[in-house]
């Protein structure tokens, strides 16, 4: 029997989910509730779903080839203020950001969207930039483009706190339970929650499930593939966290195994210590096959295979930088043909956003709001982005036919 109605369910409080659920409760339209499971203490044992935002480092930036992200990060960086007052949480530290690249084309994409939304970037070579940067070393040839704060990092769980927290005091109720399926029975949708008999029943639900997405959304399936990535992080001493100065950074490298990595600079990490974390994509990195093979990924310790590539980046890159430990995490990439998320209705009262591409933490409030509006008005309204470049692809992921590598 079901005891609850609400207007609008959000189910999987992500970074886009919590997003969804803070906009939706501000728009003051009904009843909000997010519904989902808080991170696991135990990795290796645990047997429900796993986010893409278990980590303290994510690239902040609004410079990017596409007019869509950047458009996206722009209202998303706008927010970030926002979301601090309203939680008392601190997320972001504008340090600023850099791409350093040197393919052509990808530049003067950047450029060009650069001078379309008026983004401050200074442009010089590998060889000026060391002397506002002696601390980074890349070669000789390559474009570094400068992206000043508010560009820099965010902390994606103390992001997805500071949302709940401010979509809580907005009066939104918040469930930590796995829905695990979501039916329609006389016009309602009713979501089977995985700790309790007594399903929650809501007029609209949102699926922000992250790489879950599709297994959460009844007769369709969208076309996404999820990508196995990991996260390398190098421990330095508080003593030089906090005397490095250095924006975040992303370098298209010339390497065997790596098409790009990111660097996020020091950090403090919920266990007290320091770290600059480094990831990267993979050359031919493989989705993962089924819900086993995901599981296994996120409970198993092969991510620690990629730490001798990306401390060998780092450690060229901060060559004067010492390093402490060396430690790596699984994490989860949700691609999509397009690079651009899905934000769709896909049946008459259910939106899905998923998709994020390895890019959405720093614009997962837009991406938030996007969604929370579709449900609440039934319709796309956002003039400034055009809803097909969001539409839902239905059957099998196709990956694109070209390089989608530093965005
Ligand atoms: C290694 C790595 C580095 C990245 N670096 C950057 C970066 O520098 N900058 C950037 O902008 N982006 C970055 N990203 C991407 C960004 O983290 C993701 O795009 C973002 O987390 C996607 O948000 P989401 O809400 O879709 O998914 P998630 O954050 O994964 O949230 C989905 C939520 O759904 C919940 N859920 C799943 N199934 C269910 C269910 N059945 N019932 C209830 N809840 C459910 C999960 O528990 C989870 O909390 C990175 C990603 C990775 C993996």
Known sequence: MATQGFD???????????????????????????????????????????????????????????????????????????????SGIRFHDPCGLMFVRNDEAGIANQRAVADQLDIPITIE????????????????GYTTLHEPAPAGAVDPRKLVAAQLSAARNAGAATVDDVVEQIETIDNAFHLTLRSSAEPIVAS???????????SLLPSTHLAAAVRPEAIVKGEVSEETARSLEMPSFIYLLDNDLLDDVYVVPPTKYPDG???????????????????????????????????????????????????????????????????????????????????????????????????????????????????????????????????????
């Open 204 to 214: 609209k639900v949102i699926v922000a499930a992250g790489a879950y997405g599709n």
């Open 125 to 140: 070579g590998s060889e000026q930039r060391r002397a506002s940067l002696p601390h980074l070393h890349f070669p000789d």
């Open 273 to 407: 210590k320091w770290y600059i974390k480094i990831g990267g994509s993979r050359a031919g990195a493989a989705a993962v096959a089924d819900a086993n093979d995901l599981s296994g990924w996120m409970q198993g310790n092969t991510a620690e295979e990629q730490i001798d590539a990306m401390r060998d980046v780092l450690t060229s890159v901060l060559a004067d930088v010492e390093f402490i430990s060396w430690s790596a995490k699984p994490c989860l990439i949700t691609d999509t043909t397009s690079d651009l998320p899905f934000v769709d209705m896909v049946a008459p009262g259910l939106t899905a956003v998923f998709g994020g591409n390895g890019h959405a933490a720093k614009s997962s409030d837009a991406l938030g709001a996007l969604a929370a509006t579709l449900a609440i008005e039934g319709r796309w309204t956002d003039a400034e982005l055009d809803a097909s470049a969001f539409a839902a692809v239905h059957g099998t992921y196709q990956p694109p036919t070209g390089s989608r590598h530093g965005n």
């Open 8 to 86: 609008l369910a959000i189910v999987g409080l992500g970074l886009i989910g919590s997003g969804a659920t803070r906009h939706a409760a501000i728009a003051g339209v009904g009843s909000v509730v997010g519904i989902g499971p808080s991170e696991p203490v135990d990795w290796a044992t645990h047997d429900g779903p796993f986010a893409s935002h278990y980590d303290s480092g994510r690239i902040t930036r609004r410079l990017d080839a596409k007019r869509e992200w950047a458009v996206l990060a722009a209202r998303a960086i706008d927010q970030y203020p926002i979301i601090e007052a309203a």
